[in-house]
């Protein structure tokens, strides 16, 4: 009989055991702040960064788009310049961020134009968020919802968190990041309706002077059924970039 009684009792605490080891798996919210920090800041370069960035556009019941610009990135001061090398009849085109202010330059009129950084970049679903400098997260974002969840093979964190930026591309996004090493896979991006804007999908990332860049991106625009565009950074260099480069004095003198 005692026997039975402390067989059930091991049963009882064993399951137990499991039910609170399964319980402490998802982070507290600090915790989960201090990875979202982590992968965030493990994205942005402590020298200046150059490389060719393209676009694969596909659209419905349109032919295939592609666009490539040169980027220019000096993340300690948190600015991008963005330079349009093809299509050819869009050659010249650039854009020019510094913190939270984006001027799109017009090659043809020979104008700038203050913009948001919510604007898409040439014809595509893809923002200037996508390709320069990530801020830290705790400073843009508050964490309202944390969860376990597998995306393919691999064992994920999703991470619902709100912008606290009235400016922000999207008002609340749910990222999905990799429990052994703190990498972003996967971001669902919401309206603030909690409209499912744009998927996000992390498919490769490649180590660039130390930093694990997403060097291969797919946006998918769930608004209009079938359109997308792949992003792919290329061609890397860590050379020091000339001052005058993230000036507007810079996109007219090329043009």
């Not at 830290?136 to 964190?157: A, C, H, R």
């Not at 703190?182 to 992390?202: C, D, P």
Request: hydrophobic fraction near 40%; proline fraction near 4%; glycine fraction near 4%.
């Amino acid at each position: 009989m005692m026997n039975i009684i402390f067989k059930k009792t091991l049963i009882v605490f064993c399951a137990l055991l499991c039910a609170m080891l399964a319980f402490t798996q998802v982070p507290d919210t600090e915790t989960m702040y201090g990875i979202m920090d982590k992968a965030f800041f493990n994205n942005n370069f402590l020298e200046d960064f150059t490389c060719t960035l393209s676009f694969i556009i596909e659209k419905p019941n349109e032919p295939k788009e592609a666009a490539q610009f040169k980027l220019f990135r000096r993340d300690v001061k948190d600015q991008t310049c963005l330079v349009q090398i093809a299509p050819e009849a869009d050659k010249g085109v650039g854009y020019l961020q510094e913190k939270n202010n984006l001027w799109a330059y017009d090659p043809i009129s020979r104008s700038f134009t203050h913009s948001s950084l919510k604007r898409n970049l040439a014809n595509s679903d893809a923002k200037m968020s996508d390709v320069n400098k990530k801020e830290k997260f705790k400073d843009s974002w508050e964490i309202i919802k944390i969860e376990e969840s597998k995306l393919g093979k691999f064992d994920v964190y999703a991470v619902t968190a709100k912008a606290l930026d009235k400016d922000a591309s999207y008002a609340q996004e749910k990222f999905f990041v990799r429990k052994d090493e703190g990498l972003i896979l996967k971001v669902e991006s919401y309206g603030a309706s909690g409209r499912h804007m744009r998927t996000t999908l992390v498919p490769k990332y490649a180590k660039v002077n130390g930093v694990p860049l997403p060097v291969h991106q797919i946006h998918i625009n769930e608004l209009v059924k079938g359109e997308k565009t792949t992003q792919i950074f290329a061609d890397f260099d860590n050379s020091k970039i000339p001052d005058i480069v993230f000036t507007k004095a810079y996109l007219e003198k090329i043009n």
